[in-house]
């Protein structure tokens, strides 16, 4: 069953770019309430932490170094079917290749620098809201 909650980080590529603002606009606008955010910086340790279940891919090393390059704004985001209707608006990894209107295609300047994160399940978009959330910072 879906739920109505999904995490998302703006990645240091778009927080270097002057584009949270924009990239939260596009959020609200397509009908997502902010339920919980923070800005804030990971570490090359806390980033691996994350992004442990791709330790074993050849790009885990690249993607820690990028995600500790800058600070991030982390959310969790609320809305009917919040996962799918989510990854449709941030779009294709690979913004070449994401629709117009994305998120992606807007902000991405490449596959690696892409601008945003977007759990792939519900059961991941609680794992990550919770590895970046207490209960009493959501709202």
């Given at each position: 069953m879906a739920t109505n909650r999904t995490f998302t980080m703006i990645k240091p590529d778009a927080v270097r770019a002057n584009n949270i603002g924009p990239i939260l606009s596009m959020m609200t606008e397509a009908g997502?309430?902010?339920v919980a955010m923070k800005?804030?910086?990971?570490?090359?340790?806390?980033?691996?932490?994350f992004y442990a279940v791709h330790k074993e891919r050849p790009f885990y090393g690249e993607l820690v170094e990028f995600m500790s390059s800058g600070p991030i704004v982390a959310a969790?985001?609320?809305?009917?079917?919040?996962?799918?209707?989510f990854r449709t608006l941030i779009g294709a990894t690979n913004p070449a290749?994401?629709?117009?209107?994305?998120?992606?295609?807007?902000?991405?300047?490449s596959i690696g620098e892409n601008a945003v994160h977007g759990s792939d399940s519900?059961?991941?978009?609680?794992?990550?809201?919770d590895f970046f959330f207490s209960r009493l910072e959501r709202f």
């Open positions: 997502f309430r902010v800005y804030t910086h990971l570490n090359a340790d806390t980033a691996g932490d969790i985001l609320e809305k009917d079917n919040a996962v799918e209707s290749e994401a629709a117009e209107g994305t998120i992606r295609k807007a902000f991405a300047t519900d059961e991941n978009a609680a794992i990550e809201g």
